[in-house]
């Protein structure tokens, strides 16, 4: 290039007006016209001077770069070698590979590169550390992400993954701790060159699954076969740290009350609420999906599944006749996720050596015991709770209420001890047979004060009375001793 000059003449005085300004373009030149970006500076600082030409060897390859390409990146290695009188007119050799500094090239002429793979993006990174083109580092942070899961290479768009949520993940993490100890490494071994480095390979992982990820990242929801896979997914969602897609992924439904109804294995504690503040109000825990943007607060039914524990769990809905309290027993591993799960409001449910015992509400309920369903009132009707003993046992709590309100020097116990002997003349009449397990045609019972029915599916809700809970059942699946012989196939 040679040098420009600029001239002046001086103004003539006979000389016409200059001549009137271009019109503006029309709506179609306007649309033609070439829009740059906000971010990007067309002005190049004269580091060298731009219209001088500089030579750089690379392996097998001569460069030459006009000062205004060196300078668009500076300062850098090429800059301060060349900004010496002595060096100008010198050739700069570097023992580097030719491709890699192609794309070297194009960058400081002012293109836009393709990165075609992991490989050519480590090298390329590490180069332009070493010679220290901070605006094409800046450039590469911005690119997406490499990563070879199994036995397959990915290319991972940065759009989809550092989304609110999902960041930060295993993706990220790894990609900053990697560029951030070579740079350490070179720094403190003051190296003449960088070392060999490349992404390290998850192995350990399904390709198949990790691109069903991404896949669903993009709005795919039918790459979902059925609930093995997904739970396959929700299992590889969790490996690489993707907590806003595993809520998206995790099986989920809204009743028409506005319930969440959700398994017990799927529930995040951060998501869990106690809304009743007082002994004397009771009221449903409450459950939003963690991460979930602009997510709503619902009332939350947890699902327990005895196939998602192994064999030696148990859950037991146990019908003691004798305090005609009916119970539900949880052990082994489905009583260590209950507990895990719910250990901020469990602080005071019964617990044994073997796990945890629940008091148990039935209203409005259904039931299904040896796949035949049972009437509203069943649990009653075993226990032999009749619906005339109840309404009298109301009416009698609130004559001692009143009968304390008025008697405030004792007189009540009279009352009190009457209530206890009539319960007790009740209790002594109930029988262990049933007119309506009867006409409902229901499993023949073991004799005996206690009843245990083992749970197959069951849907629950936590009842919360201030810090005290209880569960109250919603929808049961269960099956007698009697039956439980009977064996699913695999």
């Known amino acids: 290039m040679s040098k420009q000059t600029t001239t002046s003449k001086s103004k003539a005085p006979n000389s016409q007006p200059p001549p009137p300004p271009p019109p503006p373009p029309s709506s179609r030149e306007a649309a033609l016209m070439v829009q740059s970006s906000e971010e990007y500076n067309p002005e190049v600082p004269p580091i060298l001077p731009h219209e001088k030409i500089y030579s750089i060897q690379v392996g097998y390859r001569l460069y030459r770069l006009s000062g205004l390409s060196l300078s668009s990146d500076a300062p850098s290695y090429f800059t301060k070698f060349f900004q010496q009188p002595e060096n100008e007119e010198k050739v700069l050799f570097f023992d580097r590979d030719p491709q890699i500094f192609e794309k070297i090239y194009n960058h400081l002429q002012g293109y836009l590169i393709h990165i075609e793979n992991d490989h050519i993006f480590m090298n390329l990174w590490l180069d332009c550390f070493y010679f220290g083109l901070k605006n094409l580092q800046k450039n590469l942070n911005k690119h997406d992400y490499f990563a070879i899961i199994g036995n397959e290479r990915f290319r991972i768009p940065k759009s989809l993954i550092n989304m609110p949520g999902n960041n930060p993940n295993f993706f990220t993490i790894n990609f900053d701790r990697l560029l951030i100890d070579n740079i350490n490494i070179i720094e403190r071994n003051n190296m003449l060159r960088p070392p060999p480095q490349t992404f390290p390979p998850v192995s350990n992982r399904s390709s198949k699954l990790f691109a069903d990820l991404l896949e669903f990242f993009r709005g795919n929801h039918l790459v979902i076969m059925n609930d093995e896979h997904r739970q396959l997914l929700i299992k590889e969602a969790r490996y690489y740290r993707f907590l806003e897609l595993e809520q998206r992924l995790i099986k989920f439904k809204i009743t028409f009350r506005n319930e969440i109804v959700i398994n017990l294995n799927d529930i995040s504690r951060k998501g869990l609420q106690n809304p009743s503040t007082s002994y004397n109000i009771e009221l449903p825990l409450t459950y939003y999906r963690p991460y979930i943007k602009d997510e709503m607060t619902r009332d939350l039914i947890f699902e327990l599944n005895a196939k998602d524990f192994d064999c030696q769990s148990e859950i037991k809905l146990i019908l003691n006749k004798s305090t005609k309290l009916p119970t539900l027993k949880v052990t082994n591993k489905a009583c260590h996720k209950l507990h895990q799960v719910f250990k901020d409001y469990f602080s005071q449910v019964l617990k044994d050596d073997k796990g945890l015992l629940f008091f148990v509400g039935f209203t409005n309920s259904k039931t299904f015991i ?114 439980d012989t009977l064996i699913d196939f695999l």
């Open 370 to 483: 040896n796949g035949k369903e049972m009437n509203s009132n069943w649990v009653n009707d075993i226990l032999g709770i009749e619906e005339e003993e109840e309404e009298e046992d109301k009416e009698g709590e609130e004559e001692d209420k009143q009968q304390e309100a008025k008697n405030k020097d004792g007189s009540n116990k009279e009352v009190n001890k009457k209530r206890k002997v009539s319960k007790e003349d009740k209790s002594d009449k109930t029988t262990t047979t049933n007119k309506s397990l009867e006409t409902n045609d229901p499993p023949s019972l073991s004799p005996g004060d206690i009843i245990e029915i083992c749970l197959s599916r069951s849907l629950w809700k936590v009842m919360m009375r201030g810090p005290l809970a209880r569960l109250h059942a919603v929808t049961l699946e269960g099956f007698t001793r009697s039956n």
